[in-house]
């Protein structure tokens, strides 16, 4: 069974089992793929809303399925960004 070792920030390590994470489902599919069931939301939106005092980009981080991801370059957006 596949699994990782996650160091949480306070030093705590915790054991991730990949088997019984549900990966949670895309919430775009219902909208723009009717019917046809929703995929597992891997993608994070990567487009930028704000940033911080620090000037650290803060971004959507909408989670979205590949299906429902439109691919720039590097980055990822969800729907509603990616007009
Ligand atoms: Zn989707
Ligand atoms: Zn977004």
């Known amino acids: 069974m596949p699994c990782s070792y996650v160091k949480l920030p306070d030093g705590t390590i915790a ?13 775009f599919c219902t909208v723009l793929h009717d019917g046809s069931g929703t995929q597992p939301a891997t993608q994070l939106c990567d487009f930028e809303i704000a940033r911080t005092l620090g000037g650290d980009p803060i971004t959507c981080d909408a989670r979205v399925c590949v299906r429902c991801a439109r691919r720039v370059g590097d ?4 729907p509603n960004h990616s007009g």
């Open 75 to 78: 980055k990822d957006f969800c």
């Open 15 to 27: 054991i991730v089992k990949h088997a019984a994470e549900r990966a949670p489902r895309c919430k």
